[in-house]
């Protein structure tokens, strides 16, 4: 066991207490004055110092405490800003005990981030949650006090008094590498006297220093050593929120220029991020620390050069929230060979902390570290160390660290450190940085573990290179297997500090493959083992080409079969035998087989097809042919919510939910071709709205605006995690790309079918066109079932399936898919207006109506029907119809507001008082941005589609003989 405390001898027992604060800045004056927060925006920024806002701290504080019992936890939701920092101070001055909490990101899904509330709100015992609007919209758990900035606002007290309180706890998390984040507490002697034993070895003074940042404060760097400390010193920050960072990370640079600051705090992917930022000179700065996560000397080297800063002046630290913050301070980037890996030394405990290793685990203790998490018992030994789940080695007085506990894949007896291999990864493939992770699956037949490398790609569906990428990595550590797979962007669960939460990663990729491997059914050996060794020589003798542990992942493969396991053999004599199997075993099962033809297309295209035509097509092509239409969203729509049902779907508790979505997703997948056309690819897109399922696995509230149509698909959409995807962003163009990629992704191919004029430039070379002056649809079907033949004659990826038990034609799904967004203003104003509604829509549709409406305690009937007789029946007591999907005539006798129009010409009738509203009704359906949380392989860009849209309406109306006085519009488009 190695042990080293600041002076470099032995730590002997008792807590540690050198170093106690004695004064000076951490007690006396600065923390009294604070200093200035320069708040960096996108455009401006905004200087706010706390000390100058004391009345509204002290006023607001008096509110909190009429809202929250004194020395309650409550969590704090906000990005990085004055609210934040003022709600901070109020909290501290209520008697409460702060909790700044994670706020959502793009980079993690939401699912898991509401998972992760719900966890802190009982780790953590909070009262309440103050939050922004955007996250106290996000549907917070009701179980605590919701408080909004609205809440506890009040005018300022005159002499309010100090900034901060003698005694005052505040709580922090862990970093939840390995599983959700836990709560501590720690108190403000604590918080003092850390301040002052690390201000001893970074040596800032307020007149001097500036601190400059874009962490998160709700991580213990962010929070710890860029917040709380500088209060207590009183040493001015430069703090951006990370987003803002993200967007643009030469901001850091910039800021640094102009607040002359000191110091910068990041983790090494920071670094990274940096080294892509314009370089400038940056003589005010004397530590870049760096900290979080494993520091890399070729990183460091390289920013140092990158900047011209000398390497003296890069800080490696080792810090966690356990010990509040820092535990070892180090200068320069030294390296030592630990467990067979260069490791980047962290430097020495810092003034008051001991640390020490024990089995090659790491242990710290000092004055401030922790007992242990909220509601769970004393984690420190007897010597008062708590074990810090990190390993390492001690080395001349410096802490190495090699990597996390959890992190260790052990591989046929053999030691490795999972951070290790993301490193050999980044360095060997730096285009995936921050878009991979090593996990360590545990292999029950192997009886040891085996390495996966997950990787984010966009063409996650078209990548072949996984294998000689494992090959390199193989190289690289010398393991004897490593898998690589792609996987959609998204994928991989991330903690608030940015670091691949592992455990759940992998926990998330299990139920993704269960979930295929029950789709796909048992495993062929030989497909497996082609997969599985394809970078070996496969005509030598397995017993020359593979390792022990190669050698018996084939013979586990072999188990269920009749080839035994031979060394002398070759891989490719056993594939042989393998493949010469398939023939000799007889048929268990007699099942039809035949080409199953799935439309996606509008209805129109195929209602003409008959029996007869597909007995004429079974004959031409040798066995049965079946045909069903199913009303589906278009391709880039489609293509996300099947690589959603495929990645994102397996890991949500209500499967059930998702009846409709498999119902739908297995006639696709059970399909021999598809058929699409380009009124549902194309020439709906402008004018709609789409529901999309959420890969954030978060709803939008604006998709309980969506009114959709009767199709099946959507029947559960009420229940989902959806996003919206707006038409008049998806370019028209776009439709290409997603059936491409679909057809690759499922294997199977796509007949399309050109049925409008006007989209000559996208659908020009499709594979049937259909021909009509007015309309442009024929009643050719023999055209079209010759056209059918002959093109799946010429595809030999149309391949035979089985065929389902009924009928062999099944045409009775909607036409198309139709789904607009309503405006909230105009729902809003109808349903504030009338006293009683009567609804005609499915659950899914316009759920935003019905949600109001018990919320104002205004009785309605909700009718999923489509049926005339039903709406001309509608009883007169009800004050409005609203009408939210159906089809059919406005009935006569009562007010009526239609909100997803279905071609009658008709919006409103009867609503004259809510018409004469500013908010006018005929702008009944919104048109705005949708989200981004979906998959998408193209650009979005906003009216796209502008141009072709106008030139196929125009075209319509003229070739329909209407007069048009267009102003030359259809020639200039022509023209032009």
Not at 83 to 98: D, K, N, S, V, Y
Not at 212 to 226: E, K, T
Not at 698 to 706: G, M, W
Request: charged share 20%.
């Amino acid at each position: 066991m190695d042990q080293l405390s600041r002076d470099g001898g032995a730590a002997t027992g008792g807590a540690a207490t050198g170093g106690a604060a004695t004064g000076g800045a951490a007690t006396g004056g600065a923390a009294t004055r604070g200093g200035v927060f320069h708040l960096i925006g996108t455009d401006a920024t905004e200087a706010y110092r706390p000390a100058d806002a004391l009345g509204a701290i002290h006023a607001e504080a008096r509110r909190l405490a009429t809202r929250l019992p004194a020395g309650a936890a409550v969590g704090l939701l906000f990005r990085s800003g004055p609210e934040l920092i003022q709600t901070w101070f109020a909290c501290l001055h209520a008697g409460l005990r702060p909790l700044i909490m994670q706020y959502p990101t793009r980079k993690q899904s939401r699912a898991y981030w509401a998972d992760s509330v719900t966890h802190t709100i009982a780790q953590a015992g909070l009262a309440g949650i103050i939050a922004d609007e955007y996250c106290a919209e996000r549907g917070l758990p009701t179980t605590v006090t919701l408080l909004r900035r609205a809440d506890i606002a009040a005018p300022p007290v005159p002499d309010p008094g100090t900034l901060l309180p003698e005694d005052f706890t505040i709580l922090q998390l862990s970093s939840g590498t390995t599983g959700y984040r836990k709560a501590m507490a720690f108190t403000a002697a604590a918080l003092r006297q850390h301040a002052a034993d690390y201000n001893q070895v970074l040596g800032l003074d307020p007149a001097r220093d500036c601190l400059v940042s874009w962490l998160p404060l709700y991580h213990d760097m962010g929070y710890v050593a860029c917040f709380v400390m500088p209060i207590l010193l009183g040493i001015d920050v430069a703090m951006m929120d990370p987003m803002t960072w993200v967007e643009a990370p030469e901001r850091l640079f910039a800021a640094i220029e102009r607040h002359h600051g000191t110091l910068c705090y990041m983790p090494n992917f920071g670094f990274e991020v940096m080294l892509r930022a314009p370089a400038r000179a940056l003589p005010t700065m004397r530590h870049w620390i760096s900290c979080s996560e494993p520091v890399s000397a070729s990183t460091a080297s390289r920013f140092c050069a990158h900047i011209g800063a000398d390497p003296a002046r890069f800080a490696p630290c080792y810090a966690m929230a356990e010990n509040l913050f820092a535990v070892t301070f180090g200068q320069g980037f030294e390296t030592r060979v630990v467990d067979d890996a260069e490791v980047v030394s962290c430097g020495r405990p810092i003034p008051g902390v001991s640390v020490k290793t024990v089995d090659g685990e790491i242990w710290v203790r000092s004055a401030y570290s922790l007992h242990g998490y909220l509601g769970a018992e004393d984690i420190r030994d007897a010597d008062g160390y708590y074990p810090t789940g990190d390993m390492g080695a001690l080395r001349d007085g410096e802490l190495y660290v090699s990597g996390r506990k959890g992190d260790v894949l052990i591989q046929a007896g053999r030691k490795f450190m999972l951070s290790d291999v993301d490193l050999k990864l980044n360095e060997a493939y730096p285009e995936v940085r921050g878009r991979a992770a090593a996990l360590a699956l545990r292999d029950e037949a192997l009886g040891t573990e085996t390495a996966l490398i997950l990787i984010e790609a966009p063409d996650f569906f078209d990548r072949r290179d996984g294998h000689e990428m494992a090959a390199k990595m193989i190289d690289l550590t010398g393991m004897d297997q490593i898998e690589v797979a792609f996987v959609p962007p998204r994928f991989l669960t991330k903690t608030s500090s940015g670091k691949i939460n592992r455990r759940k990663t992998r926990d998330d990729w299990k139920l993704a493959l269960a979930a295929r491997d029950r789709q796909a059914g048992p495993r062929d050996p030989a497909a497996h083992l082609r997969a599985t060794f394809p970078h070996i020589d496969a005509t030598r003798p397995m017993g020359e080409v593979l390792d022990s542990l190669s050698a018996t992942i084939v013979r586990i493969a072999l188990e269920a079969t009749p080839v035994a396991y031979d060394a002398k053999r070759s891989l490719n004599a056993v594939l042989a035998d393998l493949d010469g199997l398939r023939g000799s075993v007889p048929a268990t099962v007699t099942t039809r087989e035949g080409i199953r033809i799935v439309s996606l297309a509008d209805r129109i295209i195929v209602n003409g097809i008959s029996e007869a035509d597909l007995d004429r097509m079974g004959e031409a092509l040798g066995c049965p042919v079946t045909l069903e239409h199913v009303c589906l969203p278009p391709s880039p729509v489609l293509f996300s919510d099947l690589v959603f049902h495929d990645w994102f779907q397996p890991r949500l508790p209500n499967q059930e939910d998702f009846a409709y979505v498999d119902q739908a997703m297995a006639k696709i997948k059970g399909a021999s071709l598809l058929i699409t056309d380009s009124i549902a690819e194309l020439q709906l897109l402008y004018h709609s709205s789409y529901p999309v399922l959420s890969h954030a696995l978060e709803r939008d509230p604006r998709a309980d605006l969506l009114c959709l149509r009767w199709a099946n698909y959507g029947t559960n959409h009420h229940k989902l995690p959806l996003s919206v995807a707006s038409g008049n962003e998806i370019p028209l163009t776009a439709s290409n790309v997603t059936l491409d990629a679909m057809s690759r992704y499922l294997g199977t191919p796509i007949f399309r079918v050109t049925s409008r004029p006007g989209y000559e430039g996208v659908a020009g070379t499709w594979d049937h066109v259909l021909r009509d002056r007015l309309r442009g649809v024929g009643n050719n079907r023999d055209i079209l079932v010759a056209d059918l033949i002959d093109w799946i004659g010429r595809h030999p990826a149309v391949g035979r399936r089985l065929l389902a038990e009924g009928p062999r034609l099944q045409l009775s799904d909607p036409l198309h898919f139709c789904s607009v967004q309503a405006r909230k203003s105009s729902v809003d104003a109808v349903l504030e207006h009338f006293d009683s509604f009567y609804i005609f829509g499915v659950q899914s549709s316009l759920v935003y109506a019905r949600r109001r409406l018990d919320e104002l305690g205004k009785p309605y009937v909700l009718l999923p029907s489509i049926s005339q007789a039903a709406i001309d029946a509608v009883p007169e007591k009800y004050a409005c119809m609203i009408v939210a999907g159906a089809f059919g005539n406005p009935p006569r006798h009562l007010p009526c507001v239609c909100f997803q129009e279905a071609g009658l010409g008709w919006r409103a009738q009867g609503i004259e008082a809510v018409e004469a509203n500013p908010e006018r009704l005929q702008w009944l359906n919104d048109y705005s941005k949708g989200g981004t949380d979906w998959f998408y392989l193209f650009p979005l860009r906003q009216s796209a589609n502008h141009r072709m849209i106008w030139r196929q309406a125009l075209r319509m109306r003229r070739m329909k003989g209407a007069a048009i006085d267009d102003g030359g519009e259809l020639e200039a488009f022509e023209d032009g």
